[in-house]
């Protein structure tokens, strides 16, 4: 069914005119403030999924069965379930992929912070911010730091680079607090703020999202683990542009659901880095 959601936005302060927003994570300081405008409505998807796509929208969800993992064995889940993954890929993007590697996986539980909540081991809790997407400057940051400066401005200037995050419940049916993902078209750069997340060994940059009135919002109701959400972080051939191939995307809470009868959700994503050819 539809909903209706108010999602958490970073607040337009003067502030951010000279500081960039920012979350220390060592210290736990933040110049970060959200506000939630406006309710926006999110459309349910389901049985109409064929017409959202990754190209045009920016996300997609498909049927993906789950493959057996050990959630407790970190290379299990690297070799079995992120390789499932990575042959995906070169069947959701259409041009000749030359180089396909992870950039990160998450596990991650809406209940992973309240006591005797049964869960997959390693699940770690949300923090609630604002929609984010990796920025350009992340993602060049990342490759330097994984593969070395020099290599990393040769891929840059000869591949098309871009990160494609595929989340999957790992709950039977997602009960409450489903993905809603925004369609891409209706972004604009001005939408998107530069942020700075610091942590003991580097500092992730993403862009957080200011409201919009234009953003449009879509989610898959009942959602189960052999189904799997795919959405670009990072497309290059957007930077410097006028349009936003990345959607913004953000949990929230069903209206009418009772709040005892939900099972928490259980999710993992994974990002990749994907690189095609230019031309």
Request: hydrophobic letters at 35%.
């Amino acid at each position: 069914m539809d909903e209706t959601a108010q999602f958490a936005y970073l607040k337009p302060l003067p502030l951010y005119e000279k500081e960039t927003p920012y979350h220390n994570f060592i210290d736990s300081t933040t110049n970060i403030v959200t506000n939630r405008p406006h309710p926006q409505s999110v459309v349910d998807i389901r049985g109409k999924t064929e017409d959202f796509t990754l190209g045009t929208h920016g996300f997609e969800f498909r049927v993906h069965p789950l493959p057996a993992v050990n959630w407790q064995d970190e290379g299990e889940i690297k070799e079995v379930y992120i390789g499932d993954l990575k042959a995906l890929v070169h069947d959701l993007i259409p041009e000749r992929i030359e180089r396909c590697e992870m950039f990160d996986f998450r596990l991650r539980s809406v209940g992973a912070l309240q006591k005797n909540v049964p869960r997959h081991p390693g699940l770690c809790g949300t923090y609630k911010m604002p929609p984010a997407m990796t920025s350009p400057l992340g993602v060049l940051e990342w490759l330097k730091r994984e593969i070395g400066g020099d290599e990393a401005n040769t891929i840059v200037n000869r591949h098309r680079v871009r990160v494609i995050n595929i989340w999957r419940p790992l709950v039977e049916v997602v009960q409450d607090y489903p993905l809603a993902m925004c369609d891409s078209r209706t972004v604009k750069p001005s939408d998107l703020v530069h942020s700075a997340h610091v942590s003991s060994d580097y500092v992730r940059r993403n862009y957080l999202v200011k409201y919009s009135k234009d953003f449009r919002f879509y989610y898959l109701s009942k959602m189960t683990k052999s189904e799997i959400c795919a959405f670009v972080v990072f497309d290059s051939l957007a930077v410097g542009k006028d349009h936003v191939r990345t959607p913004p995307h953000s949990a929230f809470r069903h209206t009418e659901l009772p709040r005892s009868d939900t099972q928490p959700r259980e999710s993992i994503e994974v990002r990749l880095l994907v690189l095609t050819p230019l031309g």
